[in-house]
């Protein structure tokens, strides 16, 4: 086999790969990726593929298959370390990394997103609670560059006047944090009694209150209504894909708005698979045609104005 061959190959493997571990991971994910175009979906797995990674260093199989404590930092620095080097060279051992590097260096994703993605993780290495400012850090780092990785996807390289790039970059940003945010509080009782963490900034889970409850889901709501508004800028064929994602998250905050804050100390809540099937139907009915906003990728049919309605 020639070099270019095997090369082909071997990139088509590493996305095949990140593939295989996200969707293992994530029903909604999946669900959602459906409705992306075949090259942006490849991306985009490949992008969670990465966190999905990383997080599990932190949280998940290292400790499981009893990794010193004291080595799970060196391992995410190694990953950090690979991550960087495929980022300039193109090519990584780790096939996950490799595929991510794929991206990245199609979607122009640099270190400024990759640096504060790994530091958030290595806060979750020994960092059990937050202050206001670390909390922002660490959302930022953790969920909001991630809204900003996907982004660079769905673009594709379609320059923007700078107003609309601010304001997809705004909306990026607070879906990614209203993801984080949501996640936190559907996966309280867990956090602090399998990791003993408390992410919330002045929120005691054994005392966690009503007030805390809605205060916490009023900010989460406020960061859903300011990304909801940008899903009408984003190309038309991206647009179904990151609506669903939205009102899953949102539907998943009505929920948690309606379980009892006692309940939510002690169990998970979720969004039954039935119902994220009736919301992909609705996504894909009211959000795929275009706004007059919205974008196109290069050879797209202009499209026509359609009831762009808010979850």
Avoid: W
């Avoid at 705004?170 to 992410?199: H, I, P, T, W």
């Amino acid at each position: 086999m020639a070099p270019e061959q095997g090369l082909s190959l071997y990139n088509a493997v590493a996305r095949r790969t990140s593939a295989v571990l996200i969707r293992s991971y994530s029903t909604s994910f999946g669900l959602a990726s459906r409705l992306l175009p075949a090259r942006t979906r490849l991306q985009i797995e490949t992008v969670y593929a990465l966190v999905r990674l990383a997080d599990e260093i932190v949280d998940g199989v290292a400790a499981a298959a009893l990794v010193p404590r004291t080595e799970i930092g060196g391992l995410l620095d190694e990953l950090e370390a690979d991550t960087e080097r495929a980022l300039h060279t193109g090519y990584s051992v780790n096939l996950v990394v490799h595929a991510f590097a794929l991206t990245a260096r199609e979607a122009g994703i640099g270190t400024d997103l990759t640096r504060p993605f790994f530091a958030s993780m290595r806060a979750d290495l020994d960092q059990v609670e937050h202050t206001e400012a670390s909390f922002n850090e660490y959302v930022y780092g953790s969920a909001e560059v991630i809204g900003l990785m996907c982004l660079q996807c769905f673009l594709d390289g379609v320059p923007l006047p700078d107003d609309q790039a601010k304001r997809l970059r705004e909306g990026a940003q607070r879906l990614g944090a209203a993801f984080q945010k949501v996640n936190f509080l559907r996966d309280l009782a867990q956090d602090f009694e399998a990791l003993g963490r408390s992410y919330f900034p002045g929120v005691t889970v054994a005392a966690f209150s009503e007030a805390d409850k809605h205060r916490i889901l009023d900010g989460i709501d406020a960061d859903l209504l300011v990304s909801g508004a940008a899903v009408a800028e984003l190309p038309a064929n991206c647009r179904a894909a990151v609506a669903l994602a939205q009102d899953l998250f949102g539907e998943l905050a009505r929920r948690l708005r309606n379980t009892p804050a006692e309940q939510l100390r002690t169990s998970r809540v979720r969004v039954p698979n039935p119902v994220k099937v009736r919301i992909a139907a609705r996504a894909v009915l009211t959000r795929r045609v275009a706004g007059p906003a919205g974008l196109r990728h290069h050879g797209e049919n202009p499209a026509v104005p359609g009831n762009e309605r808010q979850p």
